[in-house]
């Protein structure tokens, strides 16, 4: 095993920037996913550790060497590729004990790491089998018993669970989750679906444009995301966010909203009057008050999902979801009465997008670097 140092990488296509200037640690053992929407640079920046795609700036190291200029073969890696790349005319076994067949490793050697490869991912009954006879999931059960027969210093999986179907990516996750628990090997995953990282991830690393946005653990990412793009794109339902102008109402701050409507920020909040704001919360941290008091709130869509249910509403003429985990016998066209929790806002610079930092009593305004 090894640890991932990724410094000031660089990445163009005939002059085109792909990549600008990614720097990211993966200490030796962690699960570390790489997330964004399309187009974002995750998988390039997987290629380019991998060997598979040359680097214009920057290093990568693998444990203590720098592999910029070393071959795929060299970097004792391996990769999990969101098609399987099974060989279709070998069986389970031979195309788990592929890399050793080339490396002419000793047929008693080979069969004793296929074997364990296979107890561990419950492919034993399945070794005689060939890749048309299997399910989706088998197949990538396959491909990862491939990479650990391999016994590399760093595992890469590629958005290996995008071609399953729903039920099956849930099971396949806790799946290779427990895998790395097991083998406490180095791992870095690329998957477009916050779900996935947020579920699977020791840290996240979240790219947009080419460029890391955040790195931190899911949690701290989906409770203090440092701009307007994490808060948004981690997670289920996205964070609310409403736009308005910090104004005094009776000498306390609070944010009006372009219809009128005012949202508390509590007592403490020491931005400038006059300033334009980003207000979010989380669908889950919103409330309903009793006897007309908090704020008018038209309901819209509703969705019993059973555990809990999402209501889509209109908060100061824009939208926004509010998840409830009582049952609650809202109507379409009705009107609630919310109110968010002030002490778990996060609230945003209208022109740079970046957070603005307040402490849990709201008694600290900074815009965050």
């Given at each position: ?192 679906d916050q779900i996935e ?79 334009k704001i980003h207000y ?90």
């Open positions: 095993m090894a640890s991932v140092e990724i410094a000031n990488v660089l990445k163009s296509y005939a002059g085109h920037k792909v990549l600008h200037g990614v720097s990211v640690k993966i200490p030796d053992g962690q699960f570390v996913v790489l997330v964004g929407p399309s187009g974002c640079g995750k998988s390039t920046l997987l290629r380019m550790i991998a060997g598979l795609e040359d680097i214009s700036g920057g290093t990568i190291s693998i444990g203590d060497r720098v592999v910029n200029d070393l071959p795929p073969k060299k970097r004792d890696i391996s990769m999990v590729f969101q098609n399987y790349a099974l060989y279709p005319h070998m069986t389970v076994a031979e195309n788990m004990a592929f890399s050793m067949t080339l490396a002419k490793a000793p047929k008693a050697e080979k069969a004793a790491r296929v074997a364990k490869a296979a107890e561990i991912l419950g492919l034993t009954p399945l070794l005689d089998r060939y890749p048309r006879q299997l399910s989706g999931g088998q197949r990538q059960r396959v491909a990862m018993g491939r990479s650990i027969v391999r016994n590399p210093q760093v595992f890469l999986f590629d958005e290996p669970l995008s071609n399953l179907d729903a039920k099956l990516r849930v099971a396949m996750r806790a799946e290779i989750k427990a895998l790395h628990q097991r083998l406490r090997t180095t791992t870095v995953y690329v998957t477009h990282a947020m579920t699977m991830a020791d840290q996240i690393v979240v790219l947009n444009e080419g460029r890391v946005e955040q790195i931190g653990n899911p949690l701290e990412l989906y409770d203090h995301p440092a701009n307007m793009f994490v808060a948004t794109f981690i997670g289920s339902p996205s964070m609310n966010i409403i736009h308005g102008v910090v104004v005094r109402n009776n000498g306390v701050p609070v944010v009006r909203t372009s219809d009128g409507t005012l949202l508390p920020v509590g007592s403490g909040f020491g931005a400038p009057e006059g300033k979010g919360f989380r669908p889950e941290h919103l409330g309903i008050c009793a006897g007309g008091r908090g704020i008018a709130a038209s309901v819209g869509v509703v969705e019993p999902m059973g555990s809990e249910t999402q209501v889509h509403l209109t908060i100061g003429g824009e939208p926004a979801v509010a998840v409830f985990r009582d049952r609650i016998g809202a109507r379409p066209g009705e009107t609630l009465y919310v109110e968010p929790d002030v002490a778990k806002l996060n609230l945003f610079d209208a022109e740079t997008g970046q957070v603005l930092q307040t402490s849990s009593d709201c008694s600290e305004y900074r815009t965050s670097a």
